[in-house]
């Protein structure tokens, strides 16, 4: 029979003949057949399997061979036997090589045909040594994936024992060696189809014995650790990633960082070939893997590995976008390693050019898909150009290609920020080791205290947190510039974008400290702030006169550094009548103007004077030596002459004119006082034509209602001590005023009212007075309540070119500061005046603790308000006047401060409130301001900043002046931008350095740990580092060596 099937299938006869007769020999199978007969047959049908020229021969011997072992299956088995198999597999058939696939095709087959018979026992124990054998001679894909094929369907033959975790490590190094060097479509199609195979039975040989898993890894990382120059591992490695238990993430990455046996270099090659595999097709989690393997590199600080490799990589994983199968894995990674980048923008810089190309790329193809991809894509250069905003000529492509799509808020930016940074990410090993911290979870920087000097650092951050002021100061061009504003300029610079936790201000010190100041000693952290300012302006007075006389010699600043103020602070600050180019950038900021009104009370002639202030300093008022309400005889206080006397109209002409007495000793603060003054500025005061005598039964009411401090006292606001700085005062005794008409010393009544307000006011209070009976200096403890709103009554008027102008950096009154002035109210013959009303919102706290000027700590609290926050409509100019406005001043007859406060009070829990204490910056509330002095009587408010609201004047932070302000700020100079990057990559190198130091520690001593605890009531501030709570360590994990 055989000798008839060769010689058919070789005939010439007709195809559809030839398959007849196969039909007749296969049907015949079933006969009987002696042994020397089957032999014969099984040795044709062989030869046609492997060496058939043609499919038919080959299609013929299958079906044949089938058909006879199924029938004659004791010959078969008799014949497929291990020496058989065994001489295929090392010698290959004839001439077919043993490597060939129709080898391992042709004993898959066989294999199945004697499943049922005791000999395939023998034939399983050969394969399981043979196929460690053939994967250690690294077969090519397409044989590896028959014998995956093999190995699927007779899982017997699959090494056992130690035997697996060979085979294991043996395959993992074959997928290594991988290669398709075709371009074309099925080819490729192919090898991928091949990958998978292989990388199924791997999977399929962990899932029945996990031991392998582990030795597999292993020689995963191995391989694409290798340092060879000569070899580089296939991509198709990426194919294993899917089928690792994600739940394995956590330990393998943390052994991997923390193994002292992998080399940087090592790990360098092993991260970059990670993120090659993102170019693997249809393979999934490479990007969950990559990004924990980057995470776990900052968690140890690793950063010089992280930076390398970002660099290195970046634009293949941006080119990774184009490819729909591995396009959100890619854009996965491009975010982490782009938002976790945030030392320098060098990283962000290397695929700008090509977001453009991108982003009109998909917005044509209109698909939806396409489109959320843009929405994620927007989101990450919003981010990363909010993060550098110094590259408008950069950036203005991206924003005008991405301006259809949503923009982040400003908040989650910095969350994203600030949850991305490479300093963030937690060490659980390192959990019980101080370790150097990056930004803390506010995202902004702290200021080392450099040995008493927090009056500077809780001053500089107030400053800092006035937003229109610091975009003034870094829109400064100051290149070449050695002034103190360049000193603060690049101060600014580095608390909005040094990855440190905090700034050592060494260099800014040293230049702004006054002479007077002794190094290393508290100072006064208000009289810091007034030398600071007027230093700040009259260097830029003297750099302007310097510039306008020498313009073609050069300055130490460019000329038109220090003019820019004007152009680009114009939309700060306009007041009325006031040319703004004129104006340096601290008086556009602090500066307003208090006008002096002082007339003589014997010969009744004024003298008025207009000065410039940039804060105000507000004295508290005079403790009343009376019961909580009792009725005061103006007769028994001293008496004077009748032509001392004052009085003022009040404007409702059906109120009875009040006379008070002008000798008055103390001004009594009370509450009936501040109920219609607080809400109201003082009238202007004209000394009175005639005179009158308070008869005896006039009397002074003095209450104490209102808010009571816990002492049964009432707690007073700024509001009342600004009215009370402004109310009138008679000059008389020690005070008395020169009046030189009169050519003598006269009493006087001086008043005082301000005709410009500034951009941002600045109020201190002074809780520091001179005891001259004990001769030392003692700070008044007593509460006072912030409001979130203050309204400034400011009196403009339209010119006072007359008056003698001089700048001041303070008002600074001996009678205010020393002397608790003798406050007088106005009588009644005042002319009807409604003065503006300017809103101001709390900004900044300065906050002493202590009980001296001379020792205690100063802290602050401060929050962002811009120049867009909600502004209000003030009241009309109104005919009718008390002490307090008529209600129809107000806006439906409700204070204007009542209407803003309640809707401050309503959105305060979304506004961020940050407490800065040197070093330490955390969140609070306006509700720990309000009670810091409750909470612990030593702190108390101490120097306020307010920033007024108005539509017109504030700058906008969506359209700026010039340039792309992408995050409100303005782009920085080259020169700052590349000292940031400098000296975040020595942060880095600092961080690395620390934790490599601590890893070698760790190794060779245990964690020791406070025994009970730590201290929530470690005073801030001073704490010393804190860990985490137990547990964690070396000890406690099982450690995976790689």
């Not at 104006?583 to 014997?602: A, Q, S, V, W």
Request: negative net charge; aromatic residues 8%.
């Amino acid at each position: 029979m055989d000798k008839i099937l060769e010689g058919l299938v070789s005939s010439s006869h007709p195809l559809p003949l030839k398959r007849m007769i196969v039909r007749k020999v296969v049907e015949s199978a079933e006969h009987w057949l002696d042994e020397a007969q089957c032999e014969a047959m099984f040795d044709l049908t062989t030869r046609l399997i492997l060496e058939g020229p043609d499919p038919f021969q080959r299609q013929v011997g299958h079906q044949v061979l089938e058909a006879y072992a199924r029938y004659h299956r004791p010959e078969f088995e008799s014949f497929f036997n291990k020496t058989f198999v065994l001489g295929l597999l090392q010698q290959g058939y004839h001439s077919l090589d043993r490597k060939d696939v129709a080898i391992l095709d042709y004993i898959h087959n066989g294999l199945k045909l004697i499943m049922s018979c005791p000999s395939v026992l023998d034939l399983f124990s050969l394969l399981q040594v043979e196929v460690l054998r053939m994967v250690c001679e690294r077969p090519e894909p397409q044989l590896c994936a028959r014998l995956s094929d093999l190995l699927t369907d007779f899982v017997q033959c699959v090494p056992k024992g130690k035997l697996s975790i060979t085979f294991c490590q043996q395959l993992v190094r074959t997928i290594g060696h991988f290669q398709c060097v075709s371009t074309q479509e099925k080819e490729l199609r192919e090898y991928v189809s091949q990958v998978t195979k292989v990388s199924n039975l791997l999977q399929n040989i962990w899932k029945a014995e996990p031991s392998t898993l582990l030795p597999s890894l292993q020689e995963v990382f191995a391989s694409i650790s290798s340092t060879d120059a000569s070899f580089e591992p296939s991509v198709a490695l990426a194919s294993l990633v899917q089928h690792i238990p994600l739940q394995m993430i956590t330990v393998l990455i943390r052994s991997l960082t923390a193994d002292p046996n992998v080399k940087d270099a090592s790990m360098t090659h092993a991260l970059c070939r990670m993120i090659d595999w993102l170019s693997w097709p249809l393979a999934q989690h490479v990007d969950t893997w990559v990004i924990a393997l980057l995470k776990g590199l900052a968690a140890v600080q690793k950063f010089t590995i992280l930076i390398d490799v970002t660099l290195l990589k970046i634009e293949l994983v941006f080119n990774r976008l184009w490819f729909p199968l591995v396009r959100p894995g890619a854009l996965a990674v491009l975010s982490h390693m782009l938002l976790s980048f945030q030392h320098s923008p060098e990283a962000f810089h290397l695929i700008v050019p090509h977001v453009v190309n991108l982003v009109h790329s998909f917005k044509s193809d209109g698909l939806p898909s396409s489109t959320a991809f843009l929405v994620q894509v927007t989101e990450l250069v919003h981010c990363m150009m909010y993060h550098y905003s110094g590259f408008p000529d950069l950036y203005e492509p991206i924003l005008e290609a991405v301006k259809d799509f949503p923009k982040p808020s400003e908040e989650k930016i910095k969350l994203i920020l600030n949850q991305s940074a490479w300093t963030s990410q937690s060490n659980a090993l390192a959990s019980c080791l101080s370790r150097l911290s990056g930004k803390s979870e506010t995202g902004k920087t702290g200021l080392i205290n450099l040995g008493n000097t927090c009056y500077m650092n809780s001053v500089l951050q107030a400053l800092f947190m006035a937003t229109d002021f610091r975009r003034q100061v870094l829109s400064l061009n100051l290149n070449g510039c050695n002034s103190l504003m360049k000193k603060l300029q690049h101060l600014f610079a580095f608390l909005a974008h040094t990855q440190r936790e905090a700034y050592a201000p060494r260099i800014f010190f040293e230049a702004s400290r006054p002479p007077w100041f002794t190094p290393r000693s508290q100072q006064d952290c208000s009289e810091y702030l007034r030398f600071l300012l007027d230093r700040l302006h009259e260097e830029e007075k003297i750099l302007r006169v310097q510039s306008s006389h020498e313009p073609a010699e050069g300055l130490d600043c460019a000329d038109t550094s220090l003019q820019e103020v004007a152009s680009k602070a114009a939309a700060v600050t306009k007041s009325p009548g006031t040319s703004d180019s004129e104006k340096t950038l601290i008086e556009k900021m602090f500066g307003g103007k208090l006008r002096t009104h002082i007339c003589c009370l014997n010969c009744r002639s004024t003298s008025q004077k207009v000065e410039a202030f940039t804060d105000l300093s507000l004295a508290f008022c005079p403790t009343p030596s009376v019961e909580d309400l009792s009725f005061q005889d103006p007769a028994s206080l001293p008496s004077v002459q009748d032509d001392s006397l004052m009085q003022t109209s009040v404007a409702d002409p059906e109120e009875e004119p009040v006379v008070y007495n002008p000798a008055t000793a103390a001004f009594v603060c009370d509450s009936i006082v501040n109920q219609r003054m607080l809400a109201s500025p003082p009238v202007e005061f004209h000394c009175a034509e005639s005179t009158s005598v308070p008869s005896e039964s006039a009397k002074i009411l003095v209450s104490k209602d209102g808010p009571q401090n816990p002492g049964g006292e009432a707690t007073p606001s700024v509001t009342d001590l600004l009215n009370y700085f402004l109310a009138p005062e008679i000059l008389t005794g020690d005070n008395q005023y020169y009046c030189e008409n009169c050519a003598s010393l006269q009493n006087a009544e001086k008043t005082m009212q301000i005709t410009e307000e500034p951009e941002y006011l600045i109020l201190t209070l002074l809780r520091f007075s001179y005891d001259q009976k004990y001769h030392v200096r003692r700070k008044i403890l007593d509460n006072v309540s912030l409001p979130l709103v203050l309204e400034l009554p400011v009196k403009r008027t339209a010119s006072f070119s007359s008056l003698s102008e001089s700048w001041s950096v303070d008002v600074d009154f001996t009678d205010i500061n020393e002397n608790l002035a003798k406050k007088l109210k106005p009588s009644a013959t005042e002319e009807a005046f409604c003065p503006t009303l300017v809103p101001y919102l709390l900004s900044s706290v300065v906050v002493h603790s202590g009980v001296s000027s001379e020792s205690g700590h100063y802290y602050s609290y401060a929050r962002n308000i811009t120049g867009t926050e909600s502004s209000y409509q003030m009241c009309p100019q109104s005919g009718r006047l008390a002490l307090a406005p008529s209600q129809s001043c107000l806006l439906g007859g409700e204070s204007p401060s009542a209407v803003i406060e309640q809707d401050l009070e309503n959105k305060e829990m979304s506004q961020e409130w940050f407490l800065f204490n040197d070093s330490r910056v955390t969140f609070t509330s306006f509700q720990s301001v309000q009670k810091i002095t409750s909470r612990f009587p030593k702190d108390t408010a101490y120097v306020l900043l307010y920033k007024r609201q108005s539509s017109a004047n504030g700058l906008r932070s969506d359209s700026p002046a010039s340039g792309v302000w992408v995050n409100g700020d303005p782009p920085l100079q080259k020169e700052l931008m590349d000292a940031i990057t400098k000296d975040n990559k020595l942060y880095l190198q600092e961080q690395e350095l620390n934790a490599r130091a601590r890893a070698l520690q760790a190794a060779s001593a245990s964690c020791s740990f406070r025994p009970n605890g730590f201290d929530d009531n470690d005073p801030p501030g001073s704490c010393g580092p804190t860990g985490g709570g137990g547990g964690g360590g070396f000890n406690t994990v099982g450690r995976l060596v790689f």
